[in-house]
């Protein structure tokens, strides 16, 4: 469901939206600012570099409930009342999320000519207030300042990813300027019983594309990104984590919750945001995974990147991060979205925690005790939803100079930024990020 400025629509006609609109030659999509809000802090650079160290957000959180386990990974809402209803949380967690991302990007709430925010289900499943599932959209909005009415997404796990999918499409068509688009779910009880009672939640803990993996486990949280085209930061001199260079999706329609099986839903959606990239599988460097930790989530997708990267003489390094932070749900698109440019920025990828027997069917490399360099310039985030939705999108390192603390610098710093093929440059910024965390003890 799309709403706001775009009119609801059923899932068919959403896909036929997003394939329909034809990229405005020379209008390149940047992300300038970002934010987010996880079980592991707010801090980018701390968050990364706890990932970084194999560290993890999930413990146990009491529900009173007789779940299939109590472990989640929380946020601590600093300034929010945790008695305040959850419509209350959910509106003061985007808002907060969408300000810093905002202030990374040096930009003001009137700079912001569109908003677009996407959730599962938000509150609805634990408030008893008859409002309609865009209605916290235009709270958050009159929050922070946007004047514009604000587009909401909700296509269950891919809903953070398909707000940035569509706030893209709309950046390239020329509708708006400055773009703050991302993905926000809280954890609540109703949530909680509905994976238990699914058995999708892990009774013992996450552990993706392991052999003896036996479910997910939920977190909360949000992320923000800031797009703007290119015209625009070159003109006030702002500085670019990376540019949106692809997307697509597609919906396999194989059940309400399991994935197609093949694994060709999520290949279809990859293989439309390569083509609207203009580059192909040997171009990619890095693959954020969805990695729920299902039986049937990880083996699809294992069996997706195998087909479409395994064969190459370059197969792409994969990483997933749920372990650590746990499923976000509709947040998670976003907050991935983010670690796939901050990988692309530092060229590493964090350790996948938990897992040790990495599944044979995934014949692409997959780090499980320790930091993963790697070299090159493009990566693709995919998320997988129930009701079918897929969506992956395309990025590329930029050229962001900013102090960085101990996460290191981007190559671009000393040798400008690469060209998509990439792949040929030094490994600078993967040996500092990499002796940053042997210095903090993660290796």
């Known amino acids: 469901m799309i709403a706001g400025t775009l009119s609801q629509s059923n899932s068919s006609a959403h896909r036929r939206t997003r394939s329909r609109t034809a990229p405005q030659a020379g209008r390149d999509i940047c992300v300038t600012g970002l934010a987010w809000t996880t079980a592991l802090g707010t801090d980018t650079t701390e968050v990364w570099q706890r990932l970084l160290r194999g560290e993890t957000g999930i413990r146990e959180v009491p529900s009173g409930m007789p779940l299939r386990s109590q472990l989640a990974a929380a946020v601590d809402l600093a300034g929010v009342d945790q008695a305040a209803s959850p419509y209350e949380r959910h509106v003061a967690l985007a808002a907060m999320t969408a300000t810093a991302a905002l202030r990374d990007a040096e930009r003001a709430a ?8 996407g959730t599962s289900l938000g509150p609805h499943l634990d408030d008893e207030s008859e409002v309609s599932l865009h209605a916290w959209a235009e709270w958050v909005a009159a929050r922070i300042g946007v004047r514009r009415p604000p587009i909401s997404v909700s296509t269950a796990c891919s809903s953070g990813a398909d707000a940035i ?7 390239r068509a020329g509708v708006a300027d400055v773009c703050l688009c991302g993905g926000i779910d809280l954890l609540t009880n109703g949530k909680k019983l509905g994976h238990s009672v699914l058995s999708t939640m892990s009774p013992t803990m996450i552990r993706p594309f392991d052999q003896h993996r036996d479910g997910t486990l ?3 949280g949000a992320g923000f990104l800031v797009l703007e085209p290119r015209e625009a930061v070159r003109s006030r001199g702002g500085q670019i984590w990376g540019y949106v260079r692809g997307w697509g999706g597609s919906n396999d329609a194989a059940g309400p919750t399991a994935p197609d099986s093949s694994g060709a839903g999520a290949a279809l959606a990859i293989g439309r945001a390569l083509s609207r990239a203009k580059v192909g599988p040997g171009d990619i460097a890095v693959i ?9 989530n990880d083996a699809a997708e294992a069996d997706c990147y195998s087909r479409l990267f395994g064969s190459g003489a370059r197969r792409p390094v994969v990483f997933a991060t749920k372990a650590a932070l746990g499923h976000t749900l509709g947040a998670t698109g976003a907050i991935e979205a983010i670690l796939t440019l901050l990988a692309l920025h530092y060229q590493i990828v964090p350790p996948v925690v938990q897992s040790r027997q990495v599944i044979q069917r995934l014949s692409l490399p997959l780090p499980t005790r320790q930091p993963l360099p790697f070299n090159g310039a493009l990566g693709i985030s995919l998320t997988l939803g129930f009701g079918g939705f897929n969506t992956c999108l395309v990025f590329e390192r930029g050229n962001r100079t900013a102090a960085d603390g101990e996460g290191g610098r981007t190559a671009a710093d000393g040798e400008g930024r690469r060209t998509a093929a990439g792949g040929r440059g030094r490994r600078t910024a993967a040996d500092r990020a990499t002796r940053a965390v042997q210095r903090t003890g993660g290796m």
């Open 165 to 171: 999918l569509t706030a893209a499409t709309l950046l």
């Open 110 to 117: 009137e700079d912001v000519g569109l908003l677009v925010v």
């Open 288 to 296: 954020n995974a969805h990695g729920t930790g299902t039986l049937s």
């Open 218 to 220: 939920l977190g909360e």
